[in-house]
């Protein structure tokens, strides 16, 4: 079965940086796309980046360009998106997403989701 583990949430003061990572098991990573998400309150979800299976394309909300960066490590089965330059903001989860083909859509909702990890960032 599918399996997506979320890891490197915590708290961050603004201008610092996280890296989140996501461990993928129980289907062929390297042939689909993938992405992160995230839930804040009083937002509702959005997609925050995307990345294809083979990294040939990526996606990034306009909020973060220029600060967050995704990438991926076929080999070992895991995304990651590095966040740098980081704005105060409520405690959000970030969730990683599986997609059904090899390319990313911020119009669709994907297949499969991770359980979340959690990112405060306050001073």
């Known amino acids: 079965q599918v399996q997506l583990v979320e890891s490197g949430g915590g708290l961050a003061q603004p201008g610092g940086s996280l890296r989140l990572s996501c461990a993928a098991s129980?289907?062929?990573?390297?042939?689909?796309?993938s992405g992160w998400a995230r839930r804040a309150p009083g937002k509702g979800l959005e997609w925050v980046s995307g990345?294809?299976?083979?990294?040939?394309?990526?996606y990034y909300a306009d909020s973060v360009k220029g600060r967050f960066t995704i990438s991926r490590d076929n080999a070992k089965n895991t995304v990651y998106l590095q966040m740098n330059n980081l704005k105060p903001e409520p405690t959000a989860v970030y969730y990683c997403?599986?997609?059904?083909?090899?390319?990313?859509?911020?119009?669709?909702?994907?297949?499969?989701w991770g359980q979340g990890t959690q990112v405060t960032v306050s001073s």
């Open positions: 997403v599986k997609f059904i083909s090899y390319s990313f859509s911020p119009q669709q909702e994907g297949t499969d």
């Open positions: 990345i294809w299976s083979d990294s040939s394309d990526d």
């Open positions: 129980g289907f062929a990573f390297s042939d689909y796309a």
